[in-house]
């Protein structure tokens, strides 16, 4: 049974890291660690995305194929197909254009399924005329990610839960931040 949560502030035994800045991003945290049980890892047979419905738009999920190690796209939600510019559902994470710095976004990826821990990035990105990611409109973009590793019945990762927020902004420059969220972090 799973409840929905938008906030750290309907549960406040459940504090959210405090590098997470997006509301999104803070309330997709705590509803999947009001799920993830004793050992860290969130069961794929719990998450129900209907618990979560407001933060669909901006939420992905991606099945992990073990054989070729490669994560493909299950459901994408209406932002996020936005910020890609593309309709990317049944396609692998590697053959979409997931914006800049991209090697380092798809390792975040690989290594939610490698640690089984929770993954979180940060990208700010100025506009520059011949940038490549055409969804940077005004000045820059700022985007956050949250990818959660979930478990099958054998207990290895089998699908990834991630989502994003992108915002338009200011940057001074181009950054890639990156933490691994240990599954100790409450």
Known sequence: MTTAVTSEQEDPSIL??????SEPVRAFWVHMKKLMRPRGVVEAADFDLMAIHRLAPNIMICDVDVESCRSRLRFVGTNVVEVFGEEPTGRYL?????GPYRS????AFNLAVASAMPQWTRVN???QREHPFDKIKGKGVS????????????????????ILDCAEGVAASNE????EIANTVI
Not at 104 to 107: I, T
């Open 125 to 127: 990105v100025v506009r």
């Open 176 to 179: 890639f931040e990156h933490y």
């Open 104 to 107: 380092q976004q798809l390792a």
């Open 94 to 98: 590697d053959e979409i254009n997931v």
């Open 143 to 162: 985007y956050e990610r949250l990818i959660v590793p979930m478990a099958g019945k054998a207990g290895n990762i089998r699908q990834l839960a991630s």
């Open 16 to 21: 959210s890291p405090a590098f997470l800045h």
